[in-house]
């Protein structure tokens, strides 16, 4: 049972980093957009150049996101960690 009690605290480790990594995204994107609408309304080129950074900023994160799924392992029916193909 210890197997299966490691994946899992393992399995809600790895989604709570996931979910900060998400939600960090989500904020520079709520920033960004509000940045965006008042570089629009303003004509303000340099508001529009910090959009361009954020937008950069919030890509780096999503490369490190692990394009990992789960599925219950044949032997013991815990979840095991397997590439998308």
Sequence with gaps: ???????NLHFHQEL???????????DRAEQMVGIAVEAIRTGDLSLADRVVALDEEIDQPHGAIPTTRLRPSQDDGAASAQPNL
């Design 1 to 7: 049972m210890t197997n299966v009690a490691d994946t």
């Design 16 to 26: 709570e980093a996931l979910e900060h990594t998400v939600l960090g995204m989500v």
